[in-house]
């Protein structure tokens, strides 16, 4: 059972930047799908973005495309979330899980959840 810890999260002012990591432990980390979600106080989990296992598949929300960038590294069993341009909005505590079936853009999809990790953006 893959276990994963989110980390990098923080408070910055808007227009800053912030790298986000999970690392993953105790399972197949190289034949897995990963995903990263959001959810903001009082609102649903929402999807990020997500990463084939070879890298070479890759989806965002709109509403960060353009400013989130996801990539893995599967040496070091560790996805990454690099957040630009950061905006009061992406206030949330981020999470990523590992894809199992169904849609991406779906929590309902992921499984082995992490903790997260809370960002928090001033403007």
């Known amino acids: 059972q893959m276990q994963l810890v989110e980390s990098g999260g923080g408070l910055v002012q808007a227009g800053t930047s912030l790298l986000l990591s999970c690392a993953a432990s105790?399972?197949?980390?190289?034949?897995?799908?990963m995903g990263w979600f959001r959810q903001a106080p009082g609102k649903e989990r929402e999807f990020v973005a997500a990463?084939?296992?070879?890298?070479?598949?890759?989806y965002y929300a709109d509403s960060v495309k353009g400013r989130f960038a996801i990539s893995r590294n599967n040496a070091k069993n560790t996805v990454y979330l690099q957040m630009n341009s950061l905006k009061p909005e992406d206030t949330a505590n981020y999470y990523c899980?590992?894809?199992?079936?169904?849609?991406?853009?779906?929590?309902?999809?992921?499984?082995?959840w992490g903790q997260g990790t809370q960002v928090t953006v001033s403007s």
């Open positions: 990463i084939s296992r070879n890298s070479d598949t890759i």
């Open positions: 105790g399972g197949t980390f190289n034949r897995s799908a």
């Open positions: 899980a590992v894809f199992r079936q169904g849609d991406y853009d779906r929590s309902r999809s992921y499984e082995n």
